[in-house]
T-cell receptor
Framework: DQQVKQNSPSLSVQEGRISILNCDYT??????FLWYKKYPAEGPTFLIS?????DKNEDGRFTVFLNKSAKHLSLHIVPSQPGDSAVYFC???????????FGKGTLLTVNP | NAGVTQTPKFQVLKTGQSMTLQCAQD?????MYWYRQDPGMGLRLIYY???????DKGEVPNGYNVSRLNKREFSLRLESAAPSQTSVYFC???????????????FGPGTRLLVL
């Protein structure tokens, strides 16, 4: 049973436009959410996170929104750049441990 | 500062062979993790070590063993490799021990394993 779902395997956007990556979760105990970016042949790198006490967190071009009632979060990248092309993983943890549950990832392609 | 390092980068094994994947971190982190990534499956936790001297099973531990050699090193062993263990293996570390503040995990570059 998948607790963290990224239903879009891929997304293609034009350079300069907004990229919106979505993530849904089923476990109501999750209270901390992270986004990781992964380039081919490299390990995932941390991008941005959000605690369940917030509904928005912003870091430069990256903003994560959390809708707890819908159990949904999204990552907005504005403006998108070709260097943002990568696989983006959504991950979640609950308050009882420090393990992360990952989604399957979304491949973002930003076209010049 | 090298962060998390993994060796080897790539390995080919025959079914039934054994091998150990090595992981080391130089960030003085307490917790360490082993994940596998398969196409379309995301990252799945194999084993983790909350602190030096402790290890626990994750989501997919069957066929693997781990050793937390010291605070820096966390190895993953395949005793009898199977084709189903063909995957990319990632090691990660995190500063806090279990129950610590919410913190990110830092990942190594991965080991690509092919079992024939």
């Amino acid at each position: 049973d998948q607790q963290v779902k990224q239903n879009s395997p891929s997304l293609s956007v034009q350079e300069g436009r907004i990229s919106i990556l979505n993530c849904d979760y089923t476990n109501s105990m999750f209270d901390y959410f992270l986004w990781y970016k992964k380039y081919p042949a490299e390990g995932p790198t941390f991008l941005i996170s959000i605690s369940s006490i917030k509904d928005k967190n912003e870091d430069g071009r990256f903003t994560v929104f959390l809708n707890k009632s819908a159990k949904h979060l999204s990552l907005h990248i504005v403006p998108s750049q070709p260097g943002d092309s990568a696989v983006y993983f959504c991950a979640a943890s609950d308050g009882s441990n420090y393990k992360l549950t990952f989604g399957k990832g979304t491949l973002l392609t930003v076209n010049p | 500062n090298a962060g998390v390092t993994q060796t080897p980068k790539f390995q080919v094994l025959k079914t039934g062979q054994s091998m150990t994947l090595q992981c080391a971190q130089d960030m003085n982190h307490n917790s360490m993790y082993w994940y596998r990534q398969d196409p379309g499956m995301g990252l799945r936790l194999i084993y983790y070590s909350a602190s030096e001297g402790t290890t626990d099973k994750g989501e997919v531990p069957n066929g693997y063993n781990v050793s937390r050699l010291n605070k820096r090193e966390f190895s993953l062993r395949l005793e009898s490799a199977a084709p189903s263990q063909t995957s990319v293996y990632f090691c990660a570390s995190r500063r806090s021990k279990a129950g610590g503040p919410r913190e990110t995990q830092y990942f190594g570059p991965g080991t690509r394993l092919l079992v024939l």
